[in-house]
């Protein structure tokens, strides 16, 4: 089945509502086995990405850079990394092998970006913290920011510069500030990913397209790098008090075999979030990706239109997409009725035995 026959969507409206995969290459896949993610590892995974349901994947910048993520001299996030973005990093392959893997994602249906900067609301929207009030307002200023000129929003939940939606949203304080960040902070990790997978159904269903960092789709929580292998700058120039990125860039798991000797230690227990064996289990966070992106691509109502709030009890999200399909997000702290609907086609947990709709829990639905 080619791409164009996977999808409701109308070609010419295909990339307005695209869902990206945003790689960082050296955590993604080993391809050689020297630790060290590669351009390689990328091309064995493709495979996986057509599997999940995307439409293309966004490398972070692969080229060579004169400031290295684990150079304290580096750059700020905001500086210009390289005076030559046609080069290559050794360490992750070479420019025959960008060539190589833009080809082969092409044959499998996958369109290849390279990370540029970012979508300022889009930075709103994924520094927003888990209230209702204030992502309606973040949705509001990115669809009216856009509607000008007559472009798509894209919303993003992480990338590898936050810390991970499942730990932040398990926290006290949800919001995103790299300038409070610090060691030790007390996280709910069973309640930051039913928070996660809510906000997953949340961020699927919005007008616009879509950006998914690496490892969001198996629910990976930051992970505690011990100090004396922490490399990124931020941490260095903070004086070792801020605990910097690399909790979002520790190596994915893909099987309960541990990458060899990784650039980054993967924490103990980084097996129970491995792909192979969530892609087993239905109720796992990978399932819950794949089927929402399988939705997403089989109906128009992901296609052109906008979305229309619905009333909604105080803490719930709900509006509406064209062809009848409603999203509804409960971040209040008791369940309520969700929509009138005829039909639920997915939930992000299951639902209470009375048909409310509980706390921290999204659902999508038919009308």
Same mark, same amino acid.
């Given at each position: 089945m080619t791409p164009d026959e996977r999808t409701a969507v109308p070609a010419s409206d295909r990339w307005r509502s695209a869902a990206v995969y945003q790689v960082y290459v050296r955590s993604f896949a080993d391809g050689d086995g020297d630790g060290t993610g590669d351009l390689a590892g990328v091309r064995a995974r493709l495979p996986y990405l057509v599997d999940l349901g995307v439409d293309a994947?966004?490398?972070?910048?692969?080229?060579?850079?004169?400031?290295?993520?684990?150079d304290p001299a580096g750059p700020r996030t905001d500086e210009l990394r390289t005076p030559d973005p046609r080069t290559v990093d050794p360490a992750l392959g070479t420019l025959a092998e960008v060539e190589k893997l833009i080809v082969e994602a092409r044959d499998a249906g996958l369109r290849t970006l390279v990370a540029g900067a970012p979508d300022p609301t889009a930075l709103a929207f994924l520094s927003c913290p888990w209230e209702a009030d204030r992502l309606r307002s973040a949705i509001d200023d990115a669809l009216a920011a856009h509607a000008p000129i007559d472009a798509p929003a894209t919303w993003v939940l992480a990338t590898h510069e936050v810390t991970r939606t499942v730990t932040r949203y398990g926290r006290a304080d949800t919001a995103f500030d790299?300038?409070?960040?610090?060691?030790?902070?007390?996280?709910?990790?069973? &309640?930051?990913?039913? !928070? %996660?997978?809510?906000?997953?159904?949340?961020?699927?269903? +919005? #007008?616009? $397209?879509?950006?998914?960092?690496?490892?969001?789709?198996?629910?990976?929580?930051?992970?505690?790098?011990?100090?004396?292998?922490?490399?990124?700058?931020?941490?260095? &120039?903070?004086?070792? !008090? %801020?605990?910097?990125?690399?909790?979002?860039?520790?190596? +994915? #798991?893909? $099987?309960?075999?541990?990458?060899?000797?990784?650039?980054?230690?993967?924490?103990?227990?980084?097996?129970?979030?491995?792909a192979d064996r969530q892609a087993l289990d239905p109720g796992s966070v990978l399932s819950l990706y794949r089927e929402a992106l399988r939705l997403r691509r089989a109906s128009g109502a992901f296609g052109g239109g906008g979305a229309a709030w619905l009333p909604a009890p105080a803490g719930v999200l709900a509006f509406r997409r064209p062809d009848g399909l409603v999203c509804a997000v409960n971040l209040g702290w008791r369940p309520v009725p969700p929509p009138a609907h005829t039909r639920l086609l997915l939930s992000s947990g299951p639902l209470a035995g009375d048909g409310l709709l509980p706390q921290d829990t999204a659902v999508w639905l038919r009308t």
């Open positions: 994947l966004c490398l972070t910048p692969a080229y060579a850079s004169p400031f290295p993520d684990d790299p300038a409070t960040e610090t060691f030790g902070t007390p996280t709910d990790l069973s &309640r930051g990913t039913r !928070r %996660a997978r809510a906000a997953a159904l949340l961020t699927l269903a +919005l #007008p616009g $397209s879509v950006h998914l960092y690496q490892g969001e789709e198996l629910g990976l929580p930051e992970a505690e790098v011990p100090r004396d292998r922490i490399r990124d700058p931020a941490h260095l &120039r903070s004086g070792g !008090r %801020a605990p910097g990125r690399d909790g979002c860039r520790v190596p +994915l #798991p893909w $099987s309960a075999e541990p990458w060899r000797d990784p650039w980054l230690p993967q924490p103990a227990g980084w097996d129970r979030y491995a």
